[in-house]
């Protein structure tokens, strides 16, 4: 029985509560951004006067801060289909957007992490290196902002593969 403050939808989504969930999602998404870019700027504007402009790949923390960026962004293009994977997404409306919401948050954080990570190894190293795989990290994130589409798509392919 759908009550005055929701509304169903064919999926059995209560599409009030979505949007809610979906709008607070988003605000705490918007609050990592902002945090990782207000860190990254301070970052910046502390090593700019002292920085090098030529890639230091022969200093092992500037190194490591391209491996930990490169395997944290990879992970954040392929964690929702594991994640899809290792426990489908459930029948019920509000279960199904608290997985969603976990997915983001994990998946935030496995780019925040490497994020900061380089703005360290930018304050140390003084390198242009580490700084540009940390506004690669800021890019990544603001791509990955949660959607309703990513939603829908993650909750059909869970109605498809219980058809197969």
Do not use: W
């Not at 009030?16 to 709008?23: E, L």
């Not at 962004?73 to 392929?78: E, K």
């Not at 029948?91 to 900061?116: N, S």
């Amino acid at each position: 029985m759908i009550g005055p403050t929701q509304t169903g939808n064919s999926d059995g989504i209560e599409t009030v509560q979505m949007s809610r969930r979906m709008t607070t999602l988003k605000t705490i998404h918007f609050a990592l951004v902002a945090g990782v870019l207000m860190f990254s700027g301070v970052v910046i504007l502390q090593s700019y006067g002292k920085m090098t402009f030529a890639p230091a790949f022969q200093n092992p923390m500037v190194f490591v801060a391209a491996i930990v960026t490169a395997s944290g962004i990879g992970v954040s293009f392929l964690i929702a289909g594991l994640f899809a994977k290792a426990s489908p997404m459930p029948a019920d409306g509000a279960a199904a957007i608290q997985k969603y919401q976990t997915l983001c948050l994990v998946r935030a954080a496995t780019i925040e992490g490497p994020a900061l990570f380089s703005a360290v190894v930018t304050l140390i190293t003084a390198n242009i290196l580490p700084a540009g795989l940390l506004v690669l990290c800021v890019v990544t994130l603001i791509i990955h902002c949660p959607s309703e589409g990513e939603f829908k798509r993650l909750t059909s392919q869970r109605i498809s593969q219980q058809r197969d």
